[in-house]
């Protein structure tokens, strides 16, 4: 079992991973290993960015989101060290 990645100060604070189908989020922080945040930095996972979530395999893992006309696919555990505010 993965540790909770966000910080103590974020706990209040929704996660991509608890978006559903069709919501729209701005991303206002990211979280875990320094060589994950990079990978995603790298896909343009930027804060103040705004997705829009799309799916989920049936299976809950991976999800799917939309960030500019792109289409990124990330592990449940990798999506909850962001943290979004809902719009």
């Known amino acids: 079992m993965l540790a909770n990645p966000r910080p103590p100060g974020v706990v209040n604070m929704p996660a991509l991973s608890d978006l559903q189908a069709g919501q729209r989020a ?5 979280t875990g290993e320094p060589a994950l945040v990079q990978r995603l930095y790298e896909f343009g996972l930027l804060e103040g960015e705004t997705i829009e979530f799309l799916g989920q395999a049936p299976l809950g893992d991976p999800i799917e989101i939309r960030i500019g006309n792109a289409r990124v696919s ?3 555990a990798e999506a909850a060290g962001i943290s979004v ?3």
């Open 26 to 30: 701005e991303i206002l922080a990211l």
């Open 74 to 76: 990330l592990r449940k």
């Open 85 to 87: 505010n809902i719009l």
